[in-house]
């Protein structure tokens, strides 16, 4: 049914291509690579959802296709172009300019107000696009305008991820990664986010990477990857799931109560 590269070979633009990428952190040789050899093609527009267990990698994966960690072998190339090959420089534009990182912790300021955590970027003098994101209309875009100048600390966890969310877009970027970005929240929460995840995708044309343990999440998605060890353990694209797939009768097992 699929393959680790291929599956819409053809038809959207590839924006997001990982060839035979590797990392092996500093100090852990002897350890299996926290990626291995990963080939992966994620075309423009395209939500993918990550899953796999603990230690299988899919922070990593993230950070190396955001340019935050360097890859040990292989490369990642954004729109075609292998961010190994781009200038300290370059590549820190590019990742300013084209991507919107969501942490696994929300790694928010508690003692700003949520537009100035969103702002922050800006105010730390990060490069930006040519017209960057109005602020009042990502807080109108994650639903917290009337929260707007609230510290951080006194939102609940689904409001704070929704800042979080907003702080990432504020440069306008065309792809967001997000590390589990319902991983603290009940299931109501959980459903706002994924659902103001699926608006954004829709109404700013995101690609969209998100790391998950929940498949309920990641089943709203338009594909899943399963990580296992570092390496791509299976896929599928979600629209090609049936009541009578493995997926669905025995998920992948992996999934938090
Ligand atoms: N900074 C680091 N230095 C050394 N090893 C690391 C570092 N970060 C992660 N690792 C190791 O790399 C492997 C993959 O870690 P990673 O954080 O990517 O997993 P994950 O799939 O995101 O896990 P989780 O679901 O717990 O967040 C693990 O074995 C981890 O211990
Ligand atoms: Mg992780």
Do not use: C
């Not at 590269?5 to 997001?16: C, E, Q, V, Y």
């Amino acid at each position: 049914m699929s393959n680790t590269t291929g599956i819409n070979d053809g038809a959207a633009r590839i924006l997001i291509e990982t060839r035979a990428l590797t990392k092996i952190y500093d100090g852990t040789s002897g350890s299996p690579p926290a990626v291995n050899a990963l080939n992966l093609k994620i075309p423009a527009g395209e939500f993918t959802a990550i899953m796999g267990p603990s230690g299988s990698g899919k922070s990593t994966l993230l950070y190396l296709i955001a340019g935050l960690a360097e890859p040990t072998a292989g490369e990642v190339l954004i729109d075609g172009v292998s961010i190994s090959s781009l200038s300290d420089t370059a590549r820190a534009r590019m990742r300013n300019t084209r991507i919107g990182f969501v942490f696994q912790r929300f790694n928010l300021l508690g003692f700003l107000s949520a537009r100035d955590n969103i702002e922050a970027p800006r105010l730390m003098g990060w490069k930006q696009r040519g017209s960057p994101r109005a602020i009042d209309d990502l807080l109108v875009a994650v639903g917290l305008e009337k929260k707007r100048l609230r510290k951080v600390s006194e939102l609940s966890s689904g409001e704070q991820q929704r800042v979080a969310i907003a702080r990432a877009l504020i440069n306008d970027p065309d792809i967001l990664l997000a590390d589990e970005p319902t991983g603290n929240l009940d299931s109501r929460n959980a459903e706002a986010v994924l659902d103001l995840l699926l608006k954004l995708k829709d109404e700013l044309g995101l690609t969209i990477v998100m790391v998950t343990h929940n498949l309920d999440v990641a089943l709203r998605a338009d594909r899943i990857i399963q990580m296992k060890d570092g390496s791509v353990e299976r896929e599928l694209m979600t629209n090609e799931l049936d009541s009578s797939s493995e997926w669905a009768q025995r998920p992948a097992g992996h999934i938090r109560p």
